[in-house]
Nanobody
């Protein structure tokens, strides 16, 4: 089992920056890829960014150049640095972990609200 806890969500103004974090606990040695997804009201959950254990990253086109995902394997933590935030970035941001046994775990989410 893996437990994920997100933190750092807040209300920010458009153009501002914010960093959200996700701490994993439990059977963390089984985790391979971790990532951030987001879900806005009335919309489906969508990929924001992912990072593998060796640091390879993948970003949604909508956040490329503005968001940066990073990972600290020693602390079993990932971060998402969000710059140049837009009102369209408003959503609940969820952390996801995939294990070597093809199990998927989700955090409870953290709210990011960008005001115009």
């Amino acid at each position: 089992q893996v437990q994920l806890v997100e933190s750092g969500g807040a209300l920010v103004q458009a153009g501002g920056s914010l960093r959200v974090s996700c701490a994993a606990s439990g059977s963390t040695f089984n985790i391979r890829t971790m990532g951030w997804y987001r879900q806005a009201p009335g919309k489906q959950r969508e990929l924001v960014a992912t990072i593998t254990k060796d640091g390879s990253t993948n970003y949604a086109d909508s956040v490329k150049g503005r968001f940066t995902i990073s990972r600290d394997n020693a602390k079993n933590t990932i971060h998402l640095q969000m710059n140049s935030l837009k009102p369209d970035d408003t959503a609940v941001y969820y952390c996801k972990a995939d294990t070597r046994y093809y199990q998927t775990y989700w955090g409870q989410g953290t709210q990011v609200t960008v005001s115009s």
